[in-house]
């Protein structure tokens, strides 16, 4: 909690407003609250809740089954007491609730990091209720579990972010330790770290014992999934676990670091100098109505002490404050850390012990977050009162969002990937291999391609290609580049630089008498190859430009089929406006074309590219992938004039039209149908 809430009258913040639900007056919150203590052998008959006064060091739990045939107890932000929760029609797969240990899947590329920010006013002197914090517990050691179609958000952590309590008193902490109770039960990998509130001090780390220190010791968190180390005062804790088969670390920080805890958080993450490191800490960071984010003084002295010199840090997540706010800021590195804030103990119900899920997916390389209260939603939504219905979900832009991280990229300077070795060209001469070229013997990265070089076929069958340019041509056209698709067997390519209106370019070409040329494929092939567009790629001025090509049209091969149009190439591999991929041909059993479409391709990364024909259909695969729009026609081979096939160069009506832009690397061509596992990415 932020401290210039910590004052003013008692029950309400500075401004007068509610500082947490009527737990002790008639409505249906404190109706809940009083079947929570008597159901938790709490409560007399005929004793009310305040005769608790502090409630001592009585045991917190949840409220027992209803009686026989009676109603199931309310916990407070239903429409009425009695209320009914919501039932899930099956039983619920779990990783907790007794049903088993906690066991996230550590090579899924989908996973999920939970945190809960401030839940003081859930423990709050005698106003003890932990039951929401126990719904989103139990959500956790589900595993964030859909109980429409079962599958899971895949859970590997939980942090809380501090103030666990309101006073740091002894009893608070005794109904704080039977609800994490659940956690340890179930070997589940969580951190918890200490607020203001948790240890009512401006002091630092080195504070000694306290009831939070009692509650969350060393030995507790060493028994922890994933536990890794603590700070010799206690107060710190670094946890380590698996997920999309790699480390990743979560640094748990006190509110105050002294000096020492300063030097063992950056020890721990220099004793792990490859993994990727989340920071959770109570005050970093706070933000004004609008959500944008910036640091707090005490922050800035976290930023220049720990996050900034050390680029593993790529996200930070704090509570203390509201409102909710994030930004993005550049580390001495020059990588982004994100930077949020995420505390909801101003609304309804202290927060209703409301969660954030951050959703990882490494293949989509997006961090999908969320915040709800799994409390509110167990509820039935006919039941749930006007101000939990409002609460269930919180959808703002700093509420539910995504972060774009492309992680290989963010994780490079510390943890980069093993680059694929290049491959011998012998390896890639598959049975009935025709052509193969690849671009990683010619001179330096940004080396002009002069005019007499020769590209071998190193498929040894004379398909060798030759450099032709388009008339006015500058030299530079065409470059060597030492740029490729990370699974590419040969590491280089080549940088064509062609425009129209006027059309100019360097592009290559089969010799007049290459073998490749007369080829008719009937019984099937497989063409393949890399290829990269800039970020610079226009559609105005590269639209319907092919990697590879077929000179002679289709009206010259007798072809005047629906769809025919006489000046097109008889084969060509092209790129749209959108830019999508399309394989147009004109097959020998059929008198028009037969066309292959892919999807809008990304700018600036590299793609592989393949189309499969096995004598009868064409199918076009991207990163090894079927696309969707492959004709259901029977296609038999290539019709062919017998001319030089094309790289990078496009004919229209027999002239050159159009000169590719962009990166081409290796390129197979097949006379066969190959499998997927057979495709040079393999």
């Avoid at 006073?167 to 990998?189: C, I, P, Q, R, T």
């Avoid at 306290?210 to 028994?223: G, Q, V």
């Avoid at 990229?409 to 290049?422: D, K, L, N, T």
Wanted: some cysteine; charged content about 20%; proline content about 6%.
């Amino acid at each position: 909690m932020h401290d210039i809430h910590e004052s003013g009258p008692a029950g309400s913040s500075e401004c007068g407003c509610p500082r947490t639900a009527d737990l002790d007056g008639d409505g249906p919150a404190a109706a809940g609250r009083r079947r929570f203590l008597r159901g938790a052998g709490l409560l007399g008959a005929g004793v009310g809740a305040a005769g608790l006064g502090m409630l001592g060091a009585a045991p917190a739990q949840a409220a027992g089954p209803a009686p026989s045939g009676g109603p199931e107890p309310s916990d407070g932000p239903g429409a009425a007491p009695g209320q009914a929760r919501k039932a899930s029609g099956k039983e619920q797969k779990g990783k907790g609730n007794g049903k088993g240990r906690w066991q996230p899947d550590p090579d899924a590329r989908r996973f999920t990091v939970v945190v809960m920010p401030d839940t003081q006013y859930l423990f709050d002197q005698d106003r003890i209720h932990p039951a929401p914090v126990e719904a989103s517990i139990r959500y956790v050691l589900d595993g964030g579990v859909n109980r429409e179609d079962g599958t899971d958000d895949n859970i590997v952590f939980l942090a809380h972010l501090g103030d666990v309590t309101e006073n740091g008193l002894a009893a608070e902490y005794a109904a704080v330790s039977k609800v994490f109770g659940l956690l340890d039960d179930a070997g589940a990998a969580y951190g918890v770290l200490a607020g203001n509130h948790d240890v009512r001090s401006s002091t630092d780390d080195r504070r000694g014992s306290t009831p939070y220190l009692e509650t969350f010791s060393k030995e507790r968190a060493a028994r922890t999934s994933g536990y890794h180390s603590s700070s010799p005062d206690g107060y710190n804790t670094c946890h380590v676990f698996t997920a999309a088969g790699r480390p990743w670390m979560v640094l748990s920080l006190d509110w105050r670091l002294s000096d020492e805890g300063f030097a063992w958080a950056n020890a721990v993450i220099a004793a792990n100098p490859k993994v990727p490191v989340i920071l959770t800490t109570h005050d970093l960071a706070h933000a004004d109505g609008g959500g944008r984010a910036e640091l707090s003084a005490y922050g800035r002295k976290l930023w220049e002490r720990l996050i900034s010199g050390n680029d593993q840090i790529f996200l930070t997540v704090n509570g203390h404050y509201w409102p909710p706010g994030r930004t993005v800021l550049k580390n001495k590195a020059g990588h982004d850390v994100h930077v949020h804030i995420t505390n909801y103990q101003d609304r309804y119900y202290g927060g209703a012990a409301m969660i954030r899920a951050y959703r990882f997916d490494l293949d989509r390389n997006t961090v999908d977050v969320s915040t709800f209260s799994p409390w509110i939603q167990e509820i039935a939504a006919e039941e749930r009162n006007t101000l939990a219905a409002q609460q269930v979900e919180l959808t703002s832009d700093v509420d539910r969002f995504s972060l774009a991280i492309d992680f290989d990229r963010r994780f490079a300077g510390f943890a980069p990937v093993p680059q694929r070795p290049s491959r011998r060209p012998a390896g890639l001469l598959v049975r009935d291999t025709v052509a193969y070229w690849r671009f990683d013997g010619g001179a330096g990265d940004g080396t002009a391609v002069t005019a007499q070089q020769v590209v071998k076929d190193l498929a040894g069958q004379g398909n060798d290609l030759y450099v032709r340019s388009a008339p006015g041509t500058p030299e530079g056209a065409l470059t060597w580049s030492a740029d490729h698709h990370p699974d590419q067997p040969g590491h280089g390519s080549l940088l064509f630089r062609g425009t129209r209106s006027p059309v100019h370019g360097t592009y290559l070409e089969t010799g007049p008498t290459a073998p490749l040329n007369r080829e008719t494929f009937e019984r099937g092939f497989t063409v393949e190859a890399f290829c990269r567009l800039p970020a610079d790629w226009d559609s105005g001025r590269s639209r319907w430009s092919a990697l590879l090509s077929r000179w002679g049209t289709a009206g010259e091969a007798g072809r005047s089929g629906p769809g025919t149009d006489a000046d097109e190439p008889v084969v060509t591999l092209s790129l749209s406006e959108a830019p999508a991929l399309q394989w147009c041909v004109y097959p020998l059993n059929q008198t028009g074309a037969s066309t292959c479409w892919g999807h809008q391709l990304p700018l600036d990364r590299w793609w592989h590219v393949a189309v499969v024909n096995d004598g009868k259909l064409s199918r076009m695969y991207v990163d090894g992938c079927e696309v969707a729009r492959n004709p259901a026609t029977p296609a038999v081979g290539l019709a062919t004039l017998g001319r030089p096939w094309m790289l990078g160069g496009y004919a229209y009506a027999g002239v050159l039209d159009k000169v590719f832009h962009g990166y081409v690397g290796d390129v197979r061509i097949v006379r066969r149908a190959l499998r997927v596992r057979e495709f040079m990415t393999a």
